[in-house]
C-alpha cells in the first residue's frame, strides 16, 4: 500500500488528508518526506508540527485553514492523534473538539495536506471520528514487515544506492541491528558509502562495520552461555562492562531473552507455525527464526534454572555492595 502511495506522491497526486496509524516509524518518517520533498520542489513549503497529546485538534484545523504566504500548499502534521485509539473516559488531557474535526474532514482546505500520526498498533474502530476519518483520508498502516518482505526491502534500499547485498549480509544485518527499519536504512547507507565504486555488501563488511546494538551483544553472550562457550560468553560481558553498561540492565536483557526464547520453543512444541508465534509473542519473525535454527536447544528445566538464577543475582546487586560485576561473572562461569 505504501509503495502505491509513494508512487501517486512522486507524480504529484497529494491528498489533503493523510491518516498513518500503526508502530513502524520508517514509514510514518518516509511518507512525511516524500510528500514534504514534492511539495517544496519548485518552492519552500510551509511546514508546521503539532502534537495532538498536548495541543487541541483546533490548532490543526486553524493552520489548515489559513492560507500559505510562502507556497501554494503549506504541510501540517498532526502527531499523537490519541481520538482515534480507544481509551479510557477521562484519561485524555487535551479534550478535542471531534465534532468540528467531523465536519472539516468533510470539506478539507484545498491549500492544505495535513497527515495525522496515530503511532498505535489499533484504532478504534467504533467512533465515529475513525470510520469518517478512514472515509476522508488515505489510511495507510504502518506495521513491521515480515521476514520475507524485509529480506526483499533491505535489498531494495541496497540497490537505491548500486550495490548488491547478499543473502548471508542480510541476515547478519538484521541480527546485528533489528528490525528497526530507520536504523537499517542508515546502516545499508554507510555501507554503501564505504564501498565507494565497489558493489557487493559481504557478511564480512556487515560484521566489521555495522555498529552493534546493546541487545544484540546481550543475545550473543546468552547464546555463548548456553552454548557452554565460557570464554566467549566472558568475552563479550568483559566488553560491555567496559562500555560502562550496568550487570543490572545486562542482568534484565539476559532474562527477557530467556522468557521469550523458552516462550518461542514452548508455542513450537505446541505446533504454532513461526508466524503465529511472532504474532502470539509480538516480536519479530526473524528473531523467532534465529531462536527455532538453534542446532542445539536448550531444555525448558535448563532455562528456567538460568532465569531462576538471574532472579538472585538481580536482588544482590539491589541489596547488597561489593563487587558488582562479579555476580553476573560467576553465573556465566557456571555451567547449567
Known amino acids: 500500500m505504501f509503495v502505491k502511495v509513494w508512487k501517486e506522491i512522486e507524480k504529484g497526486t497529494i491528498a489533503p488528508i493523510y491518516c498513518i496509524y500503526g508502530e513502524e516509524a520508517y514509514f510514518i518518517d518516509e511518507t512525511i518526506q516524500r510528500i514534504k520533498k514534492v511539495l517544496s520542489k519548485n518552492e519552500e513549503v510551509e511546514m508546521t ?6 495541543t487541541p485538534v483546533d490548532f490543526v484545523i486553524d493552520e489548515a485553514d489559513t ?16 481520538f482515534l485509539k480507544a481509551a479510557e473516559r477521562g484519561a485524555e488531557k487535551i479534550d478535542h473538539d471531534l465534532k468540528r474535526l467531523e465536519n472539516w474532514l468533510k470539506n478539507p482546505s484545498d491549500f492544505a ?64 541491528v533489528g528490525e528497526n527499519m530507520n536504523q537499517l536504512q542508515m546502516e545499508i547507507e554507510k555501507l554503501a558509502l564505504y564501498l565507494g565504486d565497489e558493489v557487493i555488501i559481504s557478511k564480512e563488511l556487515v560484521e566489521n562495520l555495522v555498529a552493534i546494538t546493546l541487545e544484540h551483544d546481550a543475545f550473543k ?36 531473552n530467556i522468557r521469550t ?8 512444541k505446541k505446533g504454532y507455525p513461526p508466524t ?23 531444555t525448558e528445566e535448563r532455562l ?19 563487587n558488582r560485576e562479579r555476580y553476573l561473572e560467576m553465573f556465566l562461569l557456571k555451567s547449567l
Do not use: C
Open 49 to 54: 508540527t503539532f502534537d495532538l497529546e498536548e
Open 67 to 82: 492560507f500559505p504566504f510562502l507556497s501554494e500548499r503549506k504541510l501540517i502534521v498532526a502527531k499523537n492523534a490519541t
Open 113 to 176: 495536506v495535513v497527515i495525522f500520526i496515530a503511532p498505535y498498533e489499533k484504532l478504534d474502530e467504533r467512533k465515529k471520528i475513525t470510520k469518517l476519518m478512514k472515509e476522508t483520508s488515505v489510511m495507510l498502516h504502518a506495521e513491521a514487515l515480515g521476514e520475507k518482505d524485509l529480506a526483499v526491502w533491505i535489498q531494495s534500499e541496497a540497490a537505491s544506492w548500486g550495490k548488491k547485498i547478499e543473502d548471508d549480509a542480510v541476515d547478519k544485518l538484521v541480527e546485528m
Open 221 to 256: 553472550m546468552l547464546n555463548a552461555y548456553l552454548a557452554h562457550n565460557t570464554q566467549e560468553a566472558l568475552r563479550i560481558y568483559h566488553d560491555l562492562l567496559r562500555q560502562k553498561e550496568e550487570p543490572i540492565k545486562l542482568v534484565g536483557l539476559l532474562a527477557n
Open 261 to 268: 526464547m523458552n516462550s518461542v520453543y514452548y508455542l513450537h
Open 276 to 298: 503465529q508465534i511472532s504474532k502470539q509473542l509480538n516480536i519479530h519473525p526473524y528473531r523467532v527464526k534465529l531462536m527455532l535454527e538453534r542446532k542445539n536447544r536448550p
Open 304 to 322: 528456567l534454572k538460568a532465569l531462576n538464577e538471574l532472579a538472585e543475582i538481580d536482588l544482590q546487586l539491589k541489596t547488597t555492595g561489593g
